[in-house]
């Protein structure tokens, strides 16, 4: 018995179980270990052309780089005065999964009749080609980047609750401008213009703006066990996002 008491402490100190805590809480250190990143990036206007700052960020200090944040903005000017930004999270990691909202990304398509409208001394025709949520009038047309799900510090979660996504596209949006461009030919006499002005709208569940939120993953450690966590995020001035610490619990949770 003495042979194997060592390899059954090590067993025990190391194989992983179902909580026991029936809640954790976001921004709390309890049960967690925290990492201060403190780092901001933002997309911003040069000379005409996308802009684009980003940041790689170990949640779980082996070396490995598990999530990358991504903030995007376009001064194109596209014929509607519109500017374009939006700030994304891409999980290159395979065993990281961000906690998101169901659907949230799924698409929508309306197309409108043309109506009159006037360019200068042109008569101009238009109608609006529009990507967005869903609403009653719109037809779903596929799934894109869903929003992850969002909490406040303090808000407490049970991780046996959770509801997990499959995040098929490797991203998902934190907060968009939507785009807006628009298209014209003349007619064959040249006296009047036929446009179509295409919209994709904003984001449907962007995270919150001026305050600090959090978001939860979960690590895949094997085919048992995972570790969860949190980040600490503050989204401002449209597409400038602090990434300001994370969280990963102390001890390994069972499926």
């Known amino acids: ?48 052309w996308l802009k684009v700052d980003e940041v790689e960020i170990d949640l779980d200090n082996d070396n490995l780089i598990d999530i990358n944040f991504r903030s995007e903005r376009d001064s194109v000017d ?11 999270l891409e999980v290159p990691n395979p065993f990281v999964e961000i906690l998101e909202i169901k659907n949230s990304g799924d698409e929508y398509y309306l197309e409108t ?42 808000e407490e979660f049970n991780p046996n609750e959770l509801v997990w996504g499959e995040n098929s596209l490797g991203y998902l949006e934190l907060a968009s401008s939507g785009h807006e461009f ?13 446009c179509d002005i295409t919209i994709l709208e904003p984001t449907c569940y962007p995270i ?7 978001l939860l993953f979960r690590k ?12 600490e995020v503050l989204l401002t001035d449209q597409n400038k996002l602090e990434i300001k610490r994370s969280a ?7 499926f």
Request: aromatic share 16%; net charge negative.
């Open 248 to 254: 990963i619990s102390n001890k390994q949770l069972e």
């Open 78 to 88: 596209s014929g509607t005065g519109f500017e374009f930004w939006n700030v994304i």
């Open 208 to 214: 919150p703006t001026g305050e600090k939120t959090y």
């Open 182 to 194: 628009m298209e014209c030919e003349f007619n064959e006499t040249f006296d009047s213009l036929t």
């Open 113 to 154: 009749p043309y109506y009159q409208n006037w360019e200068g001394s042109f008569p101009r025709r238009e109608r609006r080609l529009i990507t967005g949520c869903q609403d009653e009038d719109y037809t779903f047309i596929g799934a894109g980047a869903n929003n992850p799900m969002t909490f406040m510090e303090g």
């Open 220 to 231: 895949y450690e094997d085919e048992n066990c995972y570790s969860i966590g949190w980040i």
């Open 1 to 48: 018995m003495k042979f194997y008491l060592p390899f059954l402490v090590v067993l025990f100190l190391f194989s992983c179980k179902k909580s026991r805590y029936d809640k954790y809480a976001v921004g709390s250190d309890k049960r967690m270990t925290i990492t201060t990143h403190d780092v901001t990036i933002e997309g911003i206007n040069e000379e005409d």
